[in-house]
């Protein structure tokens, strides 16, 4: 299976930038048929919602909220997923989780794994 560990989370200040980063381990043949990865957040007393996608061919799809801030990429040599985060907004604050569906993943995988997530503070 495949286990997905985030980092780069922590306090920021208004404006400021971070980096996060999700790599991905576990069973050869699950990793490699991955196909989306994507981060989400989940803030305080809201739901969890979409942050961005990226396929492994490098198509990317943003929320609006991130759009234009925001850039999703991936290195699949070594299967990790980022998210570069710039002019952070206290909004921004959340538990920042990366995701990799289902879709894509033969039965054998399952799919829909999640991270444990990683802390995104932004002070005003």
């Known amino acids: 299976q495949v286990d997905l560990v985030e980092s780069g989370g922590g306090l920021v200040q208004a404006g400021g930038s971070l980096s996060l980063s999700c790599a991905a381990s576990?069973?050869?043949?699950?990793?490699?048929?991955?196909?989306?990865m994507g981060w989400y957040r989940q803030a305080p007393g809201k739901e969890r919602e979409l942050v961005a996608t990226?396929?492994?061919?490098?198509?990317?799809n943003y929320a609006d909220s991130a759009k234009g801030r925001f850039t999703i990429s991936r290195d699949n040599a070594k299967n990790t997923v980022y998210l570069q985060m710039n002019s952070l907004k206290p909004e921004d604050t959340a538990v920042y989780y990366c995701?990799?569906?289902?879709?894509?993943?033969?039965?054998?995988?399952?799919?829909?794994?999640w991270g444990r997530g990683t802390q995104v503070t932004v002070s005003s």
């Open positions: 990226i396929t492994s061919g490098g198509t990317t």
């Open positions: 576990g069973d050869t043949i699950c990793i490699a048929s991955m196909d989306s």
């Open positions: 995701n990799v569906p289902r879709r894509g993943f033969p039965n054998y995988c399952r799919g829909n794994y």
